[in-house]
């Protein structure tokens, strides 16, 4: 039976045949030039679909293996939508720069942030997100790991995740005051991570050692 082609970036698709890459668009921003070039790659090897994924980015629907490679090698600086036990994405809202909501430079942070950590191998699966204000339109709310604008700076949040258990993110640090500061927390939390031996979603770790035993480790 097939599986999931991490290395490839390739997830395993419901007919157990055929398989799906990301172009990577971190933060979901893009440019004319990258989505012709997706669009010239998706008609080159006759794709099934291409479906705008909740981690900001384009998923190429419908490929056999024997083309993973050469599509990954056409897409070129694209390739690499991350999948498997690393650090998936970090969702990234307009932030003040376009919103007028917004109370802090979201893609700042957030684009280091996905130069930092997209990729990096960690004990198990792990996303991110970046919103800046309290309507978090990047649903840190359930993300692993993440930061909300407020007026002061940024809440550091961690533990969150969707799927069959769901869980809300608890609120490690608040009003951050820089976004230095705040990278450093980010930091901080994965190396932590990174650290244990236990193989589990960070939040059941949170959940069961407790918020404030968790802040004392990693701060």
Same mark, same amino acid.
């Given at each position: 039976?097939?599986?999931?082609?991490?290395?490839?970036?390739?997830?395993?698709?419901?007919?157990?045949?055929?398989?799906?890459?990301?172009?990577?668009?971190?933060?979901?921003?893009?440019?004319?030039?990258? @989505?012709?070039?997706?669009?010239?790659?998706?008609?080159?090897?006759?794709?099934?679909?291409?479906?705008?994924?909740?981690?900001?980015?384009?998923?190429?629907?419908? @490929?056999?293996?024997?083309?993973?490679?050469? #599509?990954?090698?056409?897409?070129?600086?694209?390739?690499?939508?991350?999948?498997?036990?690393?650090?998936? %994405?970090?969702?990234?809202?307009?932030?003040?720069?376009?919103?007028?909501?917004?109370?802090?430079?979201? &893609?700042?942070?957030?684009?280091?942030?996905?130069?930092? %950590?997209?990729?990096?191998?960690?004990?198990?699966?792990?996303?991110?997100?970046?919103?800046?204000?309290?309507?978090?339109?990047?649903?840190?709310?359930?993300?692993? @790991?993440?930061?909300?604008?407020?007026?002061?700076?940024?809440?550091?949040?961690?533990?969150?995740?969707?799927?069959?258990?769901?869980?809300?993110?608890?609120?490690? @640090?608040?009003?951050?005051? &820089?976004?230095?500061?705040?990278?450093?927390?980010?930091?901080? #939390? #994965?190396?932590?991570?990174?650290?244990?031996?236990?193989?589990?979603?960070?939040?059941?770790?949170?959940?069961?050692?407790?918020?404030? &035993?968790?802040?004392?480790?990693?701060?």
């Amino acid at each position: 039976m097939k599986h999931n082609l991490p290395e490839k970036g390739a997830v395993l698709q419901r007919d157990l045949e055929t398989y799906a890459v990301k172009a990577h668009m971190p933060g979901g921003f893009t440019s004319p030039a990258a @989505l012709r070039k997706v669009a010239d790659v998706a008609e080159r090897y006759n794709v099934q679909a291409l479906k705008i994924t909740g981690a900001q980015r384009i998923a190429l629907i419908g @490929l056999p293996e024997e083309q993973l490679d050469d #599509v990954n090698k056409d897409l070129g600086e694209l390739a690499g939508g991350a999948v498997g036990l690393c650090i998936r %994405y970090v969702k990234i809202c307009p932030g003040a720069t376009w919103c007028k909501r917004g109370w802090r430079i979201s &893609t700042d942070i957030g684009m280091e942030m996905d130069k930092r %950590y997209h990729g990096m191998p960690i004990p198990w699966k792990f996303k991110m997100g970046v919103s800046g204000c309290q309507h978090d339109c990047s649903e840190v709310c359930i993300k692993d @790991l993440g930061l909300i604008g407020t007026p002061r700076g940024w809440n550091v949040m961690a533990g969150g995740n969707g799927g069959s258990q769901p869980r809300f993110a608890k609120l490690l @640090l608040e009003d951050v005051p &820089t976004d230095e500061e705040a990278l450093e927390a980010v930091e901080r #939390v #994965v190396s932590w991570f990174n650290s244990m031996e236990r193989k589990s979603r960070i939040g059941k770790i949170i959940e069961e050692i407790g918020v404030e &035993t968790f802040r004392k480790e990693v701060f």
